[in-house]
């Protein structure tokens, strides 16, 4: 070890805020954009939109576009484990749609309890990703295919269960509350201090340990930046949720964060955990980014590549039941239609990368958000289905033009 | 170290379908030495390592480790008896970083979560103890490594684990002059460490600086296995083109040992 020897410190990377910065940069140079096009774009649609349309900016528009965007999020977030690992689920819309129908004839012809019927949903959702799953891991037919035949066969099931056409309604009314109701302001507020000061407690204690064992941590600057960028984000949106946005609030009050938003953090708390801190989650990365050597490294391949199918179908049965709630009623274009789309749109747009290898969870709500932004942001200003889907195509197409381009900058720069 | 072969296979046979890959290949590997493993290009040699190291099934013959005979059937197996590969591909994920990819398959966890504190700590230790001074920081993807440094990644991999034989297949082939001679240095190093090594090379010069022992295949037979301090460079070129040499090979006694 004679040549190429730095001396002993450069171990220790510069662990100052500066170097983070300085580090950060780099990496964004070299084709790691991160979270960097979803953030940028999401503040240039919320500025232009509100400056065109100023119905854009008030309390009720800002809760609509959470209960909008919510389906496409979740689906969203199961599709980032499918995409992690280079492949893709093209069926996760109509399974949405098939187990919505599942929901919506367990609770209104048969009249089971809502649990019973959530739970069958999901079951069916968690059948479906095994079946899928085990097609592409055990039998090798892309998932392409597989899921392509499954977008046709899902799409016919569905008008099964529905009886060719007509819609089940849903008066379940625990259901319905999902999409429809809010949670107390009070409550809301609760949560938050308590999210925020636990956050902030995990990091600190973090970085505390690490220190003490003599390892490099994030320097309490950053730690302080993202808690506080937690506390003002969550605290502004809260803050505009819980302000009155009905027409006759002598009549009937409406305010608070739709029990969809919730849902949605306590998905991502979850999924995030599951990428980030497990090994099962390192896998999935591992086996994403070489499958090869994680089969040489004795990972189970295959049973990673069907639970990621498995954890896809179970998060767009959880898709289903909020687009049922939503809607109040399941028929046979639920889950059809753009859905899909979206929900791919919304995980590239985000940052998670088509080749494989690279996302997180919270690339579903970035991307979800710019999705529903441009949906409900265009639909004010009156513009057509026709030029909307366009619009969404191309911002798809820029998407993943830029996760092409970053990618080969990455492999210019000898980063990937 | 002990007298015996730490690793020993007899009458090993591999076939791809058709093709018979490895036919009745006997080899020994000893603590504490170099065992240079040499042979034309598609003699067998990526395709005897991975036999030893569970990524494909042997068709026939015995696998002994440690006097003891045992069955491999996968990367556990040979993991589980100190047995690590760095294959000629390196098989690193480019898209975790140094730590990840030394612990892949094999996490340390505090319950459920991993416990990555510990596993940093632990590979810091082994690349120190390995000298390795050339990556700035362990949290650096692997995709943004050098060659010399990826070998060196995966070299450090395969010693993490207290191993007891360390294989690699052509860690040397890919690397400029400067970075091959760390590596070769590196490879010694193990050795002297206790540990048997098992280094395949091409190169005729690392092969004797560095090695104990030569074993050279052909045309998937095992034509000799030798004290290199017994043979000269020419002796075994002509093992490698010929299958043998002299007395030495395939044509007099079978796979003739040292
Ligand atoms: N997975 C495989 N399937 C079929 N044939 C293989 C496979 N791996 C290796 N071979 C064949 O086995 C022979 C030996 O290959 P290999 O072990 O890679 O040689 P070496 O490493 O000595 O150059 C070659 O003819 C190669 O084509
Ligand atoms: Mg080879």
Redesign the interface.
Known sequence: ????????Q??K?DASIGGYVKNYLDRVR?GELGALPAVFGLIVLCVLFSILRPAFLTPGNFANLFTQGAAVVVIAMGLIFVLLLGEIDLSAGYASGVCAAVLAVSLTNNGWPWYTAVAAAMLTGVVIGLVLGALVAKLGVPSFVVTLAAFLGFQGVLLLLVKGGTNISIRDTTILAIANKNVPPIVSWIVLVVGVVVYAGIQLFRAR??IG?G??ADPLALIAFRVLSLAVISGVAVYVLNLERSRNALIVSLKGVPIVVPVIVVLLFVWTFVLR???YG??I??V???A????????DVDRIRISAFVICSFMASIGGIIAASRANSVDPNTGGSDVLLFAVGAAVIGGTSLFG??GRALDAVLGGAVVAVIQNGMGLMGYSAGVKYVVTGSVLLLAAGVDALSRKR?AST??? | MSQGPVLELRGINKSFGAVQVLHDVAFSVYSGEVTALVGDNGAGKSTLVKCIGGIHPIDAGDYFFEGEKVHVSGPRDAADLGVEIVYQDLALCDNLDIVQNMFLGRERKSGLVLDEATMEEMAAKTLDGLSVRTVTSLRQYVASLSGGQRQTVAIAKAVLWNSKVVILDEPTAALGVAQTAQVLELVRRLADNGLAVVLISHNMNDVFAVSDRIAALYLGRMAAQVKTSEVTHSQVVELITAGRSGELGIKNGNGAAS
Do not use: D, Q, V
């Open positions: 070890m004679t040549t190429e020897t730095l001396p002993e450069a171990h990377a070299g340990r690490r064992r390892l490099l801190r497990t090994a390192r896998h990365y591992a994403g980014g070489n090869e050597a994680s089969r040489r490294a004795g990972i290898g690279k990455a000898g980063r990937r």
